[in-house]
T-cell receptor, first 117, second 112 residues
Framework: GAVVSQHPSWVICKSGTSVKIECRSLDFQATTMFWYRQFPKQSLMLMATSNEGSKATYEQGVEKDKFLINHASLTLSTLTVTSAHPEDSSFYIC?????????????FGNGTRLTVT | AQSVTQLGSHVSVSEGALVLLRCNYSSSVPPYLFWYVQYPNQGLQLLLKYTTGATLVKGINGFEAEFKKSETSFHLTKPSAHMSDAAEYFCAVSDPGNQFYFGTGTSLTVIP
């Protein structure tokens, strides 16, 4: 089945540094990827929609300068948390749409646990 | 606009008992409906989905859900709970652009 790989699975960084999270579709091409944030015991909150070759579309309230998204190829999207602060600590999950089967359910990565100290 | 409501943030059942997780949705277009399961520190795994056709949908691990348009519901059931079913369950609705709207989740505890 379709696999989405997210890396790293967990990361600890110091306040003020930047962290890059990768989302790769391993056996399919994804023109669209979504980035979600999940707080403990809460649901997933859509942060942005990433489209290959174009700028990401951010949801209301999400700072685009803080959460930089790049979707440079059909199999890779990256989320960079810039100048991270403790309040950015969260679980980040990406998902991808199969370009060939856009009506099929989203494929999710296993998430990245970010802890900012 | 789409939205999803999951009634009951925590559900506890005894091993072997019926599992019922409730989900109601609102949608301005014919919905695609999904149930996902999430184990601790992991991503989401698709349990089942409804797009068109038969309203009773069977998924993995013995789960099934029934789409009831008149009730705008898509409740998840399993006849007999197993310890390995303990997890977080999310109901979701998607629009034609594949944007997903998730419910707030239901944490299922299975009591031995």
């Amino acid at each position: 089945g379709a696999v989405v790989s997210q890396h790293p699975s967990w990361v600890i960084c110091k306040s003020g540094t930047s962290v890059k999270i990768e989302c790769r579709s391993l056996d399919f091409q994804a023109t669209t990827m979504f980035w979600y944030r999940q707080f403990p015991k809460q649901s997933l909150m859509l942060m942005a929609t990433s489209n290959e070759g174009s700028k990401a579309t951010y949801e209301q309230g999400v700072e685009k300068d803080k959460f930089l998204i790049n979707h440079a190829s059909l199999t890779l999207s990256t989320l960079t948390v810039t100048s991270a602060h403790p309040e950015d600590s969260s679980f980040y999950i990406c998902s991808a749409v199969d370009r060939v089967r856009p009506d099929s359910p989203l494929h999710f990565g296993n998430g990245t646990r970010l802890t900012v100290t | 606009a789409q939205s999803v409501t999951q009634l009951g943030s925590h559900v506890s059942v005894s091993e072997g008992a019926l599992v019922l997780l409730r989900c109601n949705y609102s949608s301005s277009v014919p919905p695609y409906l999904f149930w996902y399961v999430q184990y601790p520190n992991q991503g989401l795994q698709l349990l089942l989905k409804y797009t068109t056709g038969a309203t009773l949908v069977k998924g993995i691990n013995g789960f099934e859900a029934e789409f009831k348009k008149s009730e705008t519901s898509f409740h998840l059931t399993k006849p007999s709970a197993h310890m390995s079913d303990a997890a977080e369950y999310f109901c979701a609705v998607s629009d034609p652009g594949n944007q997903f709207y998730f419910g707030t989740g239901t944490s299922l505890t299975v009591i031995p």
